[in-house]
């Protein structure tokens, strides 16, 4: 007998899942073979905006109308570098973006005024992250620096800037939790740390048992980062090797000794490039690039003997040799979505061609933006539907008499 198939709710995204539009976009040339930090020049702000790069220029689109036409923020200079990364800014900066760029500029501007408001310049900047009042950045040698963006003015805002170094390599992703009282970070060597906003200059002791310290550690550099907003205690990371393949890991970073029956660990052919909950679902999104590529077999070949008829005459394929296609991944620059905390698959979807270099969430949970520099577009998809509670009958209803 078989299994049944599984059913899934309306708003879950194996129906909701499909293609809305694209944005053209693009991603500056970094001009220094020694920038090896990956661009990611889009985000989307709380005001329903996105924010992202065409080149050197800013510009953003409110996702509210559909016909409107994306607007320049500002243009960087070329004495800055080029456009890095754009990072909005949360529920207590809604209309806050910070800009930086491969030469060690940070901007601060107000979407509305659409104005600067603050700017400075550090040495490198790899990653940034709005808290609920500061805004984190990590940089090329694995220090973090936390800021508050409401300082009088850039003088001021470096005085009063915190400073932790803890990770020995290029810190790539940063993630505050809702809340504030957590920070997470990932660097290129592929350690991952979880800090408390209480004692921020010390990481939490979490993860698996390795001489004689819990540490959380993946193989490849950690390219994504989610906090779980409806089971708290979970932080979702996921890597990228150089080999193209990549892992979902699953930590607890509550329970000291954590028994759970779900996985903690999947194994997968392609990068991950980022990682998004559903607000309104139990479900876990990842996105993935071009994944591992893998030689195609070689074709077994009949040994000739004393009794083998050789007759190259009778077929004039006999010596020809045709090109087979190595196997690449079967979610090679896809979208795929997994029940949590079970990691039962719910489907997988291919969204580009190219590598799709990462993705941010709408702050409603419905929609998202896939991230395809190579194709040199924004792809906007819905994602998950809004939840319908069931209608509950009302005393006249239950009640009456038929």
């Not at 104005?115 to 990590?138: A, R």
Request: aromatic share 6%; net charge positive; glycine share 6%.
């Amino acid at each position: 007998m078989t299994p049944a198939e599984p059913s899934y709710a309306p708003h879950s995204a194996y129906h909701v899942l499909r293609s809305v539009n694209t944005i053209d976009y693009s991603v500056a040339s970094a001009g220094n073979a020694a920038d090896s930090a990956p661009a990611s020049p889009v985000s989307w702000s709380q005001s329903n905006a996105v924010v992202f790069g065409r080149g050197n220029r800013v510009h953003y689109k409110n996702m509210a109308d559909t016909e409107d036409v994306a607007q320049q923020l500002c243009k960087i200079t070329s004495s800055l570098g080029s456009l890095r990364l754009v990072q909005c800014g949360g529920k207590d900066q809604p209309n806050m973006v910070a800009l930086a760029t491969s030469g060690g500029g940070v901007q601060l501007w107000d979407l509305v005024a659409k104005k600067m408001v603050l700017s400075w310049k550090m040495k490198s900047v790899t990653s940034m992250c709005f808290g609920e009042s500061l805004l984190t950045i990590g940089d090329e040698k694995g220090t973090l620096r936390h800021y508050d963006p409401r300082a009088p003015d850039a003088t001021k805002l470096k005085e009063q800037s915190k400073k932790v170094t803890r990770h020995q390599g290029r810190i790539l992703k940063a993630a505050w939790k809702d809340d504030g009282k957590f920070l997470a970070t990932g660097d290129h060597n592929g350690l991952v740390l979880v800090w408390d906003a209480r004692r921020p200059q010390v990481p939490l002791e979490v993860g698996e048992m390795v001489q004689r310290r819990r540490k959380m550690q993946h193989v490849g550099a950690v390219t994504a980062l989610a906090w779980c907003p409806w089971q708290t205690k979970y932080l979702v990371t996921g890597d990228s090797t150089t080999e193209g393949t990549g892992t979902i890991r699953v930590w607890d970073v509550v329970d000291e000794s954590p028994s759970s029956e779900w996985p903690t660990k999947i194994e997968l052919d392609a990068q991950v490039t980022s990682l998004h909950f559903s607000p309104h679902i139990r479900e876990l999104l990842s996105t993935h690039g071009p994944g591992k590529v893998s030689p195609p077999p070689t074709a077994a070949t009949t040994p000739v003997t004393a009794t083998t008829p050789i007759t190259p005459l009778d077929d004039p394929f006999a010596n020809a040799t045709f090109p087979v296609d190595p196997f690449t991944s079967r979610i090679s620059n896809s979208v795929v979505v997994h029940q949590f905390p079970t990691m039962r698959h719910v489907t997988t979807v291919s969204v580009a061609k190219k590598n799709v270099s990462g993705s941010v969430l709408s702050p409603s949970g419905h929609r998202i933006v896939f991230a395809v520099p190579e194709e040199s577009q924004l792809k906007v998809w819905e994602v998950w539907g809004k939840f319908k509670a069931p209608k509950v009958p009302s005393l006249y209803e239950t009640c009456a008499i038929r």
